[in-house]
């Protein structure tokens, strides 16, 4: 049965020591998370292995907000797999809608981050969405199939299940406006339903399909009462103390 992952990207927020004091309070207002959520913070690359510290035993999952797909090399700027595994990071958000609008990264490229991420034993995050003006023009369906099939171009059904898959609708991220919940999740279906094409029926079931957008404790309740919608990967809300917890506690 698919658990709901509820991931927290700071962004570039929060100096190491803030950082630090930060997760402190989380691992002491997370002390019970259900068994059907895994709750998961990725601070910038400064932080991780402050941050990690301070998680370590407790409920809470590291993740990196990004990854080079070389192994090492002449990548001025860069973070492998390797440095991310050694700060004990199991998760990396790869595609995130500001990659790949801010910084121009291609589905192909994305695909090789991904790649590389299953192959080192991390667990990617791969971000899809479309603009505002691609969902006015009726193209979001196509949007996320392209950006799903190519971004998985090569990924074997066995390694799926070591990925998850974020629906983050650019128009609703970080501008206050939210997808419905019926919105929501007609996309989430007809990701899982791209993902039986893709594959079969038993991984497309068992894929975490989450959602992103400006997610918060006033709104997670009826996204998260959706079939097909396993958490959320959330920026700003994620950043406060009080409205993380909620959205790791929401109401069921």
Partial sequence: MRKYLIAGNWKMNLVPGEAKKFAQELVNNLKKINDDV?????????????????????????????????EDGAFTGEISANMLLDLGVEYVIIGHSERRHIYNESNELINKKILKSLSKGLKPILCVGELLTEREAGKTENIIKEQVVKGLNGVGKDQMKNLAIAYEPVWAIGTGKVATPEQAEEVHLFIRNLIVELYDKNTASDLIIQYGGSVKPDNIDGLMAKENLDGALVGGASLKTDSFCRLVNFNK
């Fill in 38 to 70: 895994i709750a998961m913070i990725a601070p910038p690359f400064t932080a991780l292995e402050g941050v990690g510290s301070i998680i370590k035993g407790s409920k809470i999952k590291l993740g990196a907000q990004n990854i080079n797909d070389n």
